[in-house]
Structures are given as structure tokens and as C-alpha cells.
């Protein structure tokens, strides 16, 4: 076996929170003619989502306190997401807030910090009374521009000097930040990093808040038509904020290596990846690389089992960390020693065809790897073709 496939599981300090961050940005219905619709939100159809969502079972809570349980490494209770508002507008003020606090619930409002009731924006005294009142202030840069198109000294200007004036508005310095138009490059978050936020974040979707990029986490955009049920939707994967052991069977888009190509990684198991050599001959070795991954912030042990039931005329071996584990595999009794979270031990199946199958031409050969009985499955399918 290659030497590289002797290593055991490689440390991986990483630790993730899948709260669903929802944003919007004004809370009034749109005026004739806008020619940005998308972007307003009716108070009663903003109402009718967070009831729906409520009555499912969801709580709501703040952007910081969603970076403390991140600091803390600490997983809230299931079914909990964030409400955040963007750019500061008044409406946040007048209409979302008050809707906010009659469900029981805080928001989170990214605020422009340079507006101060210009531009149809909060004033400085509203967006103090907001945070006296238990909702979140954010960063969302002094001026609104767009960061990519700043020089260093531009950037210090919008997101520094904003924390500044939030220091001068609330008595303290915003813990998050969010780009504005979702737009950002490296030299843009380093900036961010550079005023110490917790957490930064993105328009891209999702809902993630990893300690591999904590400064551009997820959000789910939500529209101005969407119903309660259309974003119970959008949420609903993410009920479990930290979700217990999952496998992942890490391939590459080539199988003449270990771990070349792609690497795919998944919070939920893909369905079947495959891995696929052509014109093989019998008799000669060949190898199908790929690595177990532990999808999550437990340790976990994983059970594996070969099904060569389509490649009867082949030799098949395993190997996990260079240790050849065939037979326990192939009798569905082997389970992997633990692995730490987020980290991975190497694997390796090897076929050996034997004398040309002319119905079908190929050998198939499918290993799974499930976490626990009853747990997840994911599996790679290794297929030999004459």
C-alpha cells in the first residue's frame, strides 16, 4: 500500500453550528413602481412567517447570542434560528421590532453606522433603544459600499471606523458583521478580522457557523412572497443544530492516486459517489482511494460493509489505515476504530479482475460506511470496466 494511506486520523480543530440565519431587509410593504420589490416585506406577511415557524416549534434567537454558543462551542436547543434585518432602515424600528416582541421573540438588525436617520435609516437613538430593548446590533460598514472595491485604507474606513461610532451609540463594539450586497474577496475579510468580530456574515445560503470560516457564514434569504410553509422549508434541515455522527466517503475525481481530484464534503451523506477505472485486465492490482470522514463535532466509530455481490470473478480487498480488513468487512461485522471529529482515516478497496465478464462487462463493488445501527448510510461504488 502507498505510504500516504499508513497515516492514521490527522488532527482537525474544527467545530460548526447549523443555525439557520434568516434575512430581510425592509419590513413594509413595496411603494408603486419600486424597482427592487424583492427587498420589502409586508408587516403582516412577516408576521404569518414567524407565527407559522413559531408553531412549529422553533425559537428565535440573536446573532450574539448565536456567537456566544459558537465561542462557547455549545449547541442550543433543536429547532432554534436567527432573524436578522438588514441596512437599518426605520421600518426595522417601527414595524419588524414590535412584530418581533409580540411573538416573544429578538431580532438581529445590521445597521449602517454613518446613516443616523438619513437615507430613511434609524437614528442613533432608535438603534440604542433596539439594543436596550434585548435585540442584536450588527455591523453592516459605515456607508454601505461595496468592500471588494475598497484599498486597505477603505476598508478600515467602513468597518473599523463603524465600530467606532456603534462604540460611541451602544457602549460597546458589535461581535458581527454583514457584508454589504454579500460581496467580499480575501483582502475583505481580513479587515473584518482585523476588528475582532465573532462571526461574519454572507448572502451565500445555507446555515453554517464553522471555525474554518467563521467570517463568511451562511444566511437564508427569505422573499417577500414566501409562506409560513415555504420557510419552515428553508429551515427545516437544519431542526438540529449540531447534528450527531455522520459518514462521508471522501473520494477524488480520479482513482490513480490517493485523495486526488475533488474533495466533497456534505453535512448529509451523498447518496452514492463512484469511482471508475476502465479497460481493465485480469489479473492486475487496482486501487480505489478515498478517506472516512467524521461529519461532525462527536467521536464516532463507523461501520462498514462490502457488498462484491456484482464482481463474483474479482478479488476484493480493504484496507483502512493501511490494515487489510477484508474479511471482517465483507461479513459485516468490522467497525472503524473512533475518529475524532472532523478528522479521517484513509481507506483503499482493491480489485483483482478475474477472466472477462462479458454480461455486463464490469465489476461493481459497493462499500458502506454507516454511523451506529440505524444511523446514516453513505456509500462509494468502485466499478471495474473491461
Known amino acids: 500500500m502507498p505510504v500516504a494511506l499508513a497515516r492514521g486520523s490527522t488532527p482537525a480543530p474544527e467545530w460548526q453550528l447549523h443555525v439557520p440565519v434568516l434575512y430581510y431587509h425592509h419590513i413594509a410593504c413595496a411603494p408603486a413602481g419600486s424597482l427592487e ?40 436547543p433543536s429547532k432554534t434560528l436567527v432573524v436578522s434585518i438588514d441596512d437599518g432602515d426605520r ?6 421590532a414590535p412584530i418581533l416582541e409580540g411573538l416573544g421573540m429578538r431580532g438581529s ?14 437614528t442613533n437613538t432608535q438603534v440604542a433603544d433596539l439594543a436596550a430593548r434585548g435585540h442584536a446590533i450588527g455591523n453592516h460598514t459605515l456607508d454601505h459600499a461595496n468592500l471588494k472595491k475598497l484599498d486597505a485604507a477603505g476598508l478600515t474606513h467602513e468597518i473599523e471606523d ?106 448529509t451523506p451523498i447518496s452514492t459517489e463512484k469511482l471508475r477505472r476502465s479497460n481493465v485486465k485480469a489479473g492486475v492490482a487496482y486501487g480505489y482511494y478515498m478517506r472516512l470522514t467524521d461529519q461532525s463535532n462527536t467521536s464516532s466509530s463507523f461501520a462498514l460493509r462490502l457488498d462484491k455481490t456484482a464482481a463474483a470473478n474479482a478479488r476484493v480487498v480493504v484496507y483502512v489505515a493501511g490494515q487489510n480488513v477484508t474479511a471482517a468487512v465483507v461479513a459485516g461485522t468490522y467497525s472503524t476504530p473512533v475518529i475524532a471529529p472532523w478528522t479521517w482515516i484513509p481507506m483503499a478497496i482493491r480489485i ?12 461493481v463493488v459497493d462499500l458502506y460506511a454507516t454511523s451506529g445501527p440505524g444511523g446514516v448510510t453513505d456509500v462509494v461504488r468502485a466499478i471495474a470496466a473491461y
Request: proline letters at 8%; aromatic letters at 10%.
Open 352 to 363: 483483482i479482475p478475474g477472466k472477462a465478464s462479458l454480461s455486463p462487462p464490469s465489476l
Open 91 to 96: 421600518d426595522a424600528y417601527t414595524n419588524a
Open 109 to 122: 438588525f445590521f445597521v449602517i453606522a454613518g446613516r443616523d436617520g438619513t437615507q430613511g435609516a434609524m
Open 37 to 76: 420589490p424583492q427587498y420589502w416585506m409586508c408587516p403582516d406577511q412577516l408576521t404569518a412567517q414567524l407565527q407559522y415557524v413559531k408553531d412549529a416549534g422553533w425559537s428565535v434567537i440573536t446573532v450574539d447570542q448565536l456567537a456566544d454558543l459558537y465561542a462557547a462551542r455549545t449547541c442550543p
Open 162 to 267: 463603524a465600530q467606532v461610532v456603534f462604540q460611541q451609540i451602544l457602549g460597546y463594539r458589535p461581535q458581527t458583521f454583514a457584508y454589504p450586497y454579500g460581496r467580499f474577496n480575501d483582502a475583505v475579510v481580513q479587515s473584518v478580522a482585523a476588528s475582532n468580530f465573532d462571526l461574519g456574515f454572507t448572502v451565500m445560503a445555507g446555515a453554517v457557523e464553522t471555525t474554518r470560516a467563521p467570517l463568511t457564514s451562511k444566511r437564508i434569504e427569505i422573499k417577500s412572497l414566501d409562506s409560513g410553509a415555504t420557510v419552515l422549508s428553508k429551515i427545516a434541515a437544519y431542526a438540529d443544530p449540531c447534528p450527531g455522527p455522520t459518514p462521508d466517503l471522501v473520494i477524488g475525481a480520479s482513482a490513480t492516486g490517493p485523495f486526488r481530484g475533488l474533495h466533497v464534503e456534505s453535512a
